[in-house]
């Protein structure tokens, strides 16, 4: 069975600082990895997704990720945070034949101006 | 393009209640998802389909809840008997079938138990 852990539940960065949002998974077979942003009262947003390509991800808005099967990491950053940034950030991963995601608990991303 | 659709987008109800929460998936895509997001749980998988088929109910909580898909396209999450553990927000996703991993999510139903 597959499962992700996201490392803090609230992030805050002040603004044009490095975002890194932390996600490790554990999957018996190859993972598909993704990111998913969450707005207030609103669905999720895909942010980006790994399916065994390159390593290194580049998503929307200017985040990217890295996959690290050493690490079974899959850490979202950003260069430079935007105040637009603030929203709740969700790792998933889903593999094999499941096909359905399996979501971390959260990250709440707070921007400081 | 339109994207995935969900209504209503908040239901308040009476506990003991039945309640009908309806999802439209993206034009052709032929997977469609149900997930829960409650605060105590995070994000859930409900139940997935295939066309009409429900392959995977794996994440129905009780037998009080049900779903259906029809003509391949628009889906209905029903709950029966509704208890105030049941008050969360219902997403819905759905996926192309080139590329079942991406899933497009709907802006949710959020349910309310009283």
């Known amino acids: 069975a597959q499962s992700v852990t996201q490392l803090g539940s609230h992030v805050s960065v002040s603004e044009g600082a490095l975002v890194l949002l932390r996600c490790n998974y554990s999957?018996?077979?190859?993972?598909?990895l993704f990111w998913y942003v969450q707005y207030p009262n609103q669905g999720l947003q895909l942010l980006l997704k790994y399916t065994s390509a390159a390593t290194l991800v580049k998503g929307i808005n200017g985040f990217e990720a890295e996959f690290k099967k050493s690490e079974t990491s899959f850490h979202l950053t950003k260069p430079s945070a935007h105040m637009s940034d603030a929203a709740e950030y969700f790792c998933?991963?889903?593999?094999?034949?499941?096909?359905?995601?399996?979501f971390g608990s959260g990250t709440q991303l707070t921007v400081l101006p | 393009g339109a994207g995935v659709s969900q209504s209503p987008s908040n239901k308040v109800t009476e506990k003991g209640k039945d309640v009908e929460l309806r999802c439209d998936p993206i034009s052709g895509h032929t997977a469609l998802y149900w997930y829960r997001q409650s605060l105590g749980q995070g994000l859930e998988f409900l139940i997935y389909?295939?066309?009409?088929?429900?392959?995977?109910k794996s994440g129905l909580p009780s037998d009080r809840f049900s779903a259906e898909r029809t003509g391949g396209s628009v889906s209905t999450l029903t709950i029966q008997r509704t208890q105030q553990e049941d008050s969360a927000v219902y997403l819905c996703?759905?996926?192309?079938?080139?590329?079942?991993?991406?899933?497009?999510f709907g802006p949710g139903t959020r349910l309310t138990v009283t």
């Open positions: 998933a991963v889903s593999s094999g034949s499941a096909r359905q995601l399996t």
């Open positions: 389909f295939q066309g009409n088929s429900a392959p995977d």
């Open positions: 999957s018996s077979v190859p993972p598909y």
């Open positions: 996703a759905s996926t192309a079938g080139g590329d079942p991993y991406e899933q497009y």
